[in-house]
Nanobody, 125 residues
Framework: QVQLVESGGGLVQAGGSLRLSCAAS????????MAWFRQAPGKERQFVAA????????YYANSVKGRFTVSGDSAKNTVYLQMNSLGPEDTAVYYC??????????????????WGQGTQVIVST
């Protein structure tokens, strides 16, 4: 089992920045793929970004490319999501997820085995 705990959410003005953290504990595994998803009120959960621990490859949704950066610290078993140039459209609950390999579709929720409880991000105008 893997436990994921997100932190770093909050209220920020449009144009501002936040950094989310996801701390993993339990049976952590160096070949996991770690991802961030978000869910806005009344909408489906959507892929935001992902990183493969092995090799460090990163992936982004088009809507956040160039504004968000996903990174990881393997020594701390922690994944980060640096969010810059935030807009009201980024308001959502942000979830951290972990996938045990092999992973089929990195952007699909169905590929992930473990989820955090989520952290709220609110961007005000």
């Amino acid at each position: 089992q893997v436990q994921l705990v997100e932190s770093g959410g909050g209220l920020v003005q449009a144009g501002g920045s936040l950094r989310l953290s996801c701390a993993a504990s339990g049976r952590t595994y160096s070949r996991y793929t770690m991802a961030w998803f978000r869910q806005a009120p009344g909408k489906e959960r959507q892929f935001v970004a992902a990183i493969r621990w092995s090799g460090g490859h990163t992936y982004y949704a088009n809507s956040v490319k160039g504004r968000f950066t996903v990174s990881g610290d393997s020594a701390k078993n922690t994944v980060y999501l640096q969010m810059n140039s935030l807009g009201p459209e980024d308001t959502a609950v942000y979830y951290c997820a972990a996938a045990v390999p092999p992973i089929s579709t990195i952007t699909s929720m169905r590929s992930y085995d473990y989820w955090g409880q989520g952290t709220q991000v609110i961007v005000s105008t």
